[in-house]
């Protein structure tokens, strides 16, 4: 018995390595971004995650806690069901992958279990790039996410940290998602992202987390609820998704105006009107500017039009 353990031990490290080495064989970007609940990743990044799956790419959109204390009006299993299938329909807009993790909402902790699940996320991913919250947010599972993937970020390429799951050969490029929080200082904007050409693609995929965009999630009620259009009228759900983004990405656009020109040059720059914007972790692999044009191929296609 003991001997039949260790050939099933033995085999499924095997299969670990050589799903591992599959992953990085077909030369396309690899990228994995943590959101503390199931809307978070989409909101910061399904822009580009989009962007990246359109070329071929791939994205992964975890939601670290299962959302299901963030409704007003409904909770527990039957929330953290409905929040799940919201996330896998808006991820099969953008052409990414989701993933939930069994977590209560709300109470998240940065725990060394924690610290594990995390690392083999990024690991089995074989990420090029990891995204997260900033580890200081008005929310306590928002903080815990940034801590957990700061945690992470030398541990992916320790070998005997979680050796059940092969270590990472190269570390990825940390990045943090754009808030507005400015103690003990103010997100810097690294990278500026246009996401023009999938913005439509994106409220789309907004469209289908209704628990929080039309039923108005944990603070909502049910006067909020009553004033959404129904499910039946899709035209006018969008509208409103539409506009609020538009005031939302718009925001992002403006104000990291300096960024976009950066990477876009000034005249594209400056036409950019829906933008994400990230930065760079001073953990994980410090990027270089080709390094960055590399990850994010999106500015080349830009200057090449």
């Not at 992202?193 to 108005?216: H, M, P, R, W, Y």
């Amino acid at each position: 018995m003991r001997f039949l353990l260790v050939v099933v031990t033995a085999l499924t490290l095997v299969a670990s390595v050589v799903a591992g080495d599959n992953a990085a064989d077909d030369g396309k970007l690899r990228i994995i971004v943590f959101g503390a609940h199931p809307d978070d990743a989409e909101y910061r990044a399904g822009g580009c995650g989009a962007m990246w799956s359109k070329l071929g790419h791939h994205v992964k959109l975890v939601s670290v806690t299962n959302g299901d204390i963030g409704h007003w009006a409904m909770s527990g299993g039957a929330l953290a069901k409905r929040r799940a299938e919201e996330v896998r329909k808006a991820s099969e807009i953008l052409g990414t992958t989701s993933e939930v993790m069994d977590i209560h909402d709300g109470e998240l902790m940065p725990t060394l279990e924690n610290r594990r699940a995390i690392t083999r996320l990024i690991r089995e991913w074989n990420a090029d790039v990891v995204i997260a919250h900033r580890p200081w947010d008005y929310h306590p599972d928002h903080r815990y996410v940034g801590v957990l993937v700061q945690d992470a970020s030398f541990m992916v390429t320790v070998p005997f940290f979680c050796p059940d799951t092969p270590p990472l050969k190269k570390n990825p490029v940390f990045l943090y998602a754009s808030d507005r929080f400015k103690k003990p200082y103010p997100f810097t904007p690294d990278i500026a992202v246009s996401i023009d050409a999938v913005f439509e693609t994106k409220v789309n995929a907004i469209a289908e987390l209704e628990s929080q965009v039309f039923d108005g999630g944990a603070l909502g009620n049910a006067e909020i609820a009553a004033e959404a259009p129904p499910a039946r009228m899709r035209d006018l759900r969008l509208a409103e998704v539409t506009k609020t983004w538009q005031a939302r990405s718009g925001n992002e656009a403006d104000s990291y105006r300096n960024a976009l020109v950066r990477w876009y040059g000034e005249e594209d720059g400056n036409a950019v009107k829906y933008a994400e914007v990230f930065e760079i972790c001073e953990y994980g692999h410090q990027p270089t500017e080709e390094d960055i044009k590399r990850l994010f191929p999106f500015f080349s296609q830009a200057h090449s039009k």
